[in-house]
């Protein structure tokens, strides 16, 4: 397809290269004169840059300081309401400091911080050689957003008393866990975890490992150097124009890659630093994590460690120190220990490997129906193109001629209809979005793309081909983002195929580039610091062609499934500043005139089949008990109480498993085992693509005229 081509300079070179002024290893000492420069530089940039041009004013101020004092103490455990009132004075004085250069804030926090770190290293010592009464009724309240600051030294002791008790107590299960599997396996009677006698050896064992690790993050705190501070309340910054806009301190090459993509060699998954946790972006097509099975979207990674090993906490670590436990030689076991939105913790055993390229690209199968007629399956798990073939003189596979190649190969099987799957699909090239949009229709605008500067670009596919011009459905979920939703915006948009799927999309209509802060210096500085580091800022909007933004909503499918991420808050209107749902006039686009689906009787259709069917009956009731269980933050922290909460959540996902509504991977716990699929294998239990084989079967396209939406 030939497209009208544009894409930022700056993007592209991101999208190419990554960066090349990232190659240096030592971390930057701390200079007070290097730290004003980056202070004025992002004054500067921010406000010139970033597309909404939002101010340095008070209210930046706020919204900057709101992010840097939850990044200081994430889980409310060191400092007490005194030391958040004396920070509280600089709630509103942040653009000052930016504007001037006397910055306080940083060196404010540290020394409250690390003062608060020692004393609670006191208070963790008076607690573990007091010790525990297991069966006494504490409870914990493991949502930080419904804690105030400690008022004082006895209720911040409390509070870890509580705390320590709970990982206690989970430690010690999981001990008595490991023992009856071992047990088990050798015909020996079982012990009792419910037994009114603890099991002392076990009880001892646990509050040594508790102790190792609680004192192992402590020292970890006090270690973090004076410049990380300022980086991170350059940062908070940065985010508080929206969350995808950060200052990106200076590193390696190797761990700017880590950063802008988050792809971790071993294990294959997308992290994020959220709130002083590592948190699971999404996992990565053909990856190990992919083929193990259990980890998902939105999980929190508390500990890591090897098959054999203790776990490590990383809590409030960054993302490159978590990736240097996560990493490991191909072949060997991590172990990850998560917890779900919904409350639940379980331990994900991963052997580390490479990516599988071949599971990146597009694929196709085809179903067949009740009636033995034929539907055509492609599943594209991004929007991929090997940006540096051409320049390195080669081919290079791109999801737009995969695509294509897997489409004709259907035709030729006689399919009545095709069934596309953007599940979990987190976006890519913007110009492949087009073309393969391009692939469905002839001719027409597909995205339009608004600049800080209130430039509006439409970018089209301008080639009246089509590949295929049969009935279409396309299949979305919560994790759809960026060019997928693009894509599903335009089938959307010309009526040309049924979108169906959960409540939105991700919400992602942003673009971002990668601003180098060692250009353009003023000539007084210029090679006088140290890297620098860089910014990336958010530059661009993406709007479909009648007019709407994908940022913020999202795409809502014609068709509304009920799933099992229903529960989560997932998306960018669950983000902190992030852009809001605006509009734009709407371009010209001729609806699509071919086959095209009743809207009402299929939403009718639907309405009923899910109704009739006990899976997603079944998956209605566990994403609300799902949600119940996420809402219930209070956990009780005594032995009945947490192996009650074991009980439940196990017979949940035990009930779940048996009603097919969740794969037979979440409970392996054999990482050696093959736990990979072919693509027909892992469709024969897909109930949402058996919804859209339904609809394909008992739903008659209909045939109307070319209209032109004005």
């Known amino acids: 397809m030939r497209i009208h081509r544009f894409v930022s300079s700056l993007l592209l070179a991101l999208l190419l290269t990554g960066s090349s002024v990232y190659g240096k290893v030592m971390p930057v000492e701390f200079d007070l004169g290097r730290n004003r420069l980056i202070a004025a530089m992002l004054r500067s940039q921010l406000s010139s840059q970033h597309f909404g041009h939002k101010p340095f004013d008070e209210q930046m101020s706020k919204e900057a300081y709101k992010l840097y004092l939850r990044q200081l103490d994430p889980k409310k455990q060191f400092l007490l309401a005194s030391d958040v009132e004396q920070l509280d004075q600089f ?241 060997t076991e991590v172990r990850l220990t998560v917890t779900r939105a919904d409350g639940a913790r379980l331990v994900i055993p991963i052997v580390r490997d490479v990516v599988k390229l071949e ?177 990336k800022v958010t530059i661009q909007k993406f709007y479909r062609v009648n007019g709407s933004s994908t940022q913020y909503k999202g795409v809502v499918p014609d068709v509304v499934l009920p799933s099992m991420l229903d529960y989560l808050e997932t998306g960018e209107q669950y983000m902190d500043n992030s852009l809001p749902w605006d509009t734009v006039e709407e371009v010209a686009h001729p609806f699509w005139h071919g086959s095209r689906f009743d809207l009402e009787r299929v939403q009718e259709q639907s309405r009923n089949y899910v109704a009739k069917s006990k899976r997603f009956q079944k998956i209605k009731e566990e994403s609300l008990k799902a949600k119940k269980r996420k809402e219930e933050t209070e956990v009780p922290v005594f032995l009945a109480g947490v192996i009650k909460e074991r009980k439940e959540l196990e017979e949940a996902r035990k009930e779940a498993r048996e009603a097919g509504v969740l794969a037979d991977e979440e409970d392996e716990d054999d990482p050696e085992k093959d736990g990979e699929k072919t693509l027909d294998e892992k469709l024969a239990h897909d109930l949402y693509v058996d919804l859209a084989v339904f609809l394909m079967e008992n739903s008659k396209p209909m045939e109307l005229a070319a209209d032109t939406k004005k």
């Open 91 to 331: 709630a509103d004085k942040i653009d000052d400091e930016i504007s001037n250069g006397r910055i306080s804030l940083p060196d404010v926090g540290m020394k409250l911080l690390n003062k608060r770190v020692e004393k609670v290293a006191v208070l963790i010592k008076e607690i573990m050689d007091a010790g525990f009464f297991p069966y006494k009724k504490d409870y914990l309240q493991t949502d930080s957003d419904k804690l105030a600051a400690s008022a004082d030294r006895a209720e911040l002791k409390d509070r870890w008393r509580r705390s320590l008790k709970m990982e206690v107590l989970d430690s010690y299960l999981d001990a008595v866990d490991k023992e009856n599997k071992k047990r088990e396996k050798e015909g020996k009677p079982l012990l009792d975890a419910e037994s009114k006698q603890i099991n002392q050896e076990f009880w001892a064992e646990a509050k040594k490992t508790v102790q190792k690790k609680t004192d192992a993050y402590l020292e970890r705190l006090l270690k973090v150097a004076r410049q990380e501070h300022y980086n991170r309340y350059f940062d908070a910054v940065a985010r508080s124009f929206d969350p995808h806009t950060n200052y990106m301190a200076p590193t390696s090459k190797e761990d700017f890659d880590i950063h802008m993509s988050g792809s971790l060699e071993g294990i294959g998954a997308l992290l994020r630093e959220d709130d002083g946790h590592i948190k699971v972006v999404r996992v990565i097509p053909g990856s190990a994590a992919e083929a193990q099975g259990q980890l998902q979207a939105e999980d929190v990674i508390m500990s890591v460690s090897e098959k054999d090993g203790e776990p490590v906490d990383i809590s409030s670590m960054s993302i490159r120190e978590a990736v240097s436990y996560i990493r490991g030689p191909k072949g």
């Open 359 to 535: 599971e990146t690209y597009v694929k196709s199968t085809v179903i067949k129906d009740e009636k033995g007629g034929k539907i055509g399956y492609v599943k594209i798990p991004s929007f991929y193109r090997d940006f540096s073939a051409g320049r390195l003189g080669r081919d290079g596979r791109n999801v737009t001629d995969d695509t294509r190649s897997e489409l004709n190969k259907l035709k030729k099987e006689g399919i009545n209809g095709i069934i596309l799957d953007l599940r979990n699909n987190g976006g890519g090239s913007l110009s492949d979005a087009v073309d393969v949009s391009g692939l469905f229709l002839s001719e027409g605008p597909m995205v339009q793309v608004k600049n800080s500067q209130g430039v509006i670009r439409v970018l089209e596919d301008k080639d009246r081909d089509v590949v295929y011009d049969g009935p279409m459905i396309v299949l979305i979920n919560q994790f759809a983002a960026s060019a997928s939703e693009i894509f599903a915006a335009a089938m959307q948009d010309y009526g040309r195929a049924l979108v169906v799927g959960g409540a939105h999309t991700h919400g992602k209509g942003t673009v971002q580039a990668l601003l180098d802060m060692n250009r353009n210096l003023p000539l007084l500085h210029l090679k006088k610091y140290d890297d620098l580091g860089a910014l």
